[in-house]
């Protein structure tokens, strides 16, 4: 299992405030990776920091072998990096039909990503700031599923991939996200607790005030029972 990127050490600041307190984390290519965590565990702050979205205050990203902590966000997304916030995850002003074309490759190809959420077909010519939480958050993923411009997707981070949807559309979002890892794409989710249906050797790492609380494979978590399982309850 061939590590994709990787955070060595890795401490980030808000102020006088520190979110991660020097982690140290592999995300494997080809897997399924959660980051399970309340509000305020850190889990968004890993994310972000992954997109190039945050900068450590201490410690290093590397990604394939390379040290990529200074490069910013924008340039990891033109090296194959694809990044889904929780909010402000659209383009509020533009249409569903405009947001997709700005990531379809080729232009003008909206395919792949109707294929994936056919709810959006209707709304093509809907200003995205007028959907619901749940099709917005079903545009900012079709546009994740998009094939890149630039070639293949090698990361796709998701924070709060279901926000708003469904039961039905969130287990469709999760086997579209797994599904990306045949191709060698590391997935990586940022959830409160853990999905159901995950591949065989989804990986899990549960986040408590800033450190790692636990790092295995999601059915080492399942074992443990339900409440860890479902995701930490203590305060951070």
Known sequence: MSVEMELRSVRVR?????????IDLAVPAG????????????RTTLLR????????SSGRVWWRGADVTGVPAHRRARRGLRFVPD??????????AENLALAAAPPGDLAPALDAYPELRPLLPRRAGTLSGGEQRMLALSRALLPPREGPARVVLVDEAALGMSPAVAARTYALLSALRLAGTAVV???????AGLPPGSLAHELRRGTLAFSGETTELIQRGPQQAAGPRDDA
């Open 14 to 22: 808000y102020g006088p405030l520190e979110a991660l307190h020097g």
């Open 189 to 195: 989710l940022a959830e409160q607790r853990l999905p």
């Open 31 to 42: 897997t399924v990776t959660v980051l399970l965590g309340r509000n305020g565990s850190g």
């Open 49 to 56: 920091t992954l997109a190039g979205a945050v900068r450590p």
């Open 87 to 96: 909010r402000r995850a659209v383009y509020a002003a533009l249409t569903v």
